[in-house]
């Protein structure tokens, strides 16, 4: 894997070796907070926000939306770039506008996107089309006012967008099952709404190490990972995180920098995990600002797949 082209139809090049494994036991690249690089700073606080921000917003607004800018923005790349880059997993956070009568949704982290949901998923399907051999897994992971009709609306639309693409949750869904029905996307739901729904996949589980220290987030991932991995997906965040304290005491920084300056060391412990079915191996590795490293990421972590499945 050489070049972004490559990462682009990467399932579709991996050898015939690899056709038969089920997903859960590939490496598979994803995307933190993957709809955060269309944020909209004129937007209010959502409400699931602490009180305290939700306050300071109101009273000093414009003190406020540039700093959340800073450190709730985890992507720079858009949906089509990171799925180029070879992301096959996305991370969304659905949100609908409390005041907002009409049944619009959009993403949210601290703040509204500017993209809508509808938008953003036509914007998929069209790279569906494109890359006809490609499986993206969309884990819809929160939601933020929301109430059951919001939900049925909502899965009616995913249902209707994606059709005969998307992965029943009873399939194991290898490269070569999805390629023999035509799926393209497995859709994880991580409400009870979806119970009733065979096309809507379980919650994906998401190891957040909830740090801003690179070192605790792979002791973090260590610790998890002799605690035994789940049975089918599941997502190891390289993801830093900071709090209010970390955000005053470095008011030069932001959430972009403070990647940057780890990821060496994050991706050096990439090089070392393994896929598969073994109790400490991993599946779906999602970090911040995938395409600021480039395609190195995605790299790595398609790599990993060929060196656990080698050439008999």
């Not at 969309?138 to 006012?145: G, Q, T, V, W, Y």
């Not at 009709?149 to 995913?158: A, G, K, T, V």
């Amino acid at each position: 894997m050489e070049d972004e082209w490559c990462c682009a139809d990467w399932m579709s090049q991996m050898p015939s070796r690899i056709w038969d494994i089920p997903l859960w036991n590939l490496a598979l690249p994803g995307s933190h907070d993957s709809m955060t690089y269309c944020l909209d700073q004129e937007s209010a606080v959502v409400n699931s926000s602490p009180r305290v921000l939700r306050m300071l917003d109101t009273l000093f607004p414009c003190l406020v939306r540039p700093c959340i800018m800073k450190w709730a923005t985890t992507q720079e790349g858009t949906i089509t770039e990171q799925l180029d880059l070879g992301i096959r997993f996305l991370d969304l956070r659905i949100a609908h506008k409390i005041k907002d009568s009409d049944q619009v949704f959009f993403f949210a982290h601290a703040i509204y996107s500017l993209l809508t949901v509808k938008e953003a998923l036509k914007e998929v399907v069209c790279w569906l089309d494109r890359h006809s051999k490609e499986v993206v897994i969309l884990a819809l992971s929160a939601f933020d006012d929301m109430n059951l009709d919001q939900h049925r609306e909502l899965i009616h639309f995913l249902l209707s967008t994606f059709t005969y693409r998307i992965c029943p949750r009873n399939v194991t869904s290898s490269l070569q099952e999805c390629w023999k029905h035509k799926y393209q996307v497995i859709l994880s739901y991580d409400d009870e709404s979806a119970c009733a729904y065979n096309e809507l996949w379980p919650p994906c589980p998401y190891w957040w190490a909830n740090t801003s220290d690179p070192k605790q987030v792979i002791s973090f991932l260590e610790e998890r990972k002799n605690e035994g991995r789940p049975g089918q997906f599941f997502a190891a965040g390289l993801n830093l995180t900071e709090d209010g304290r970390y955000i005053l005491c470095h008011p030069c920084q932001s959430l972009q920098s403070m990647t940057w300056s780890a990821s060496a060391l994050l991706l050096n412990w990439v090089k070392l995990q393994r896929p598969g079915s073994e109790k400490t191996s991993l599946n779906i590795i999602c970090a911040d600002f995938v395409g600021g490293l480039s395609s190195e990421f995605t790299q790595l972590v398609i790599d990993l797949n060929l060196r656990q499945y080698p050439d008999p």
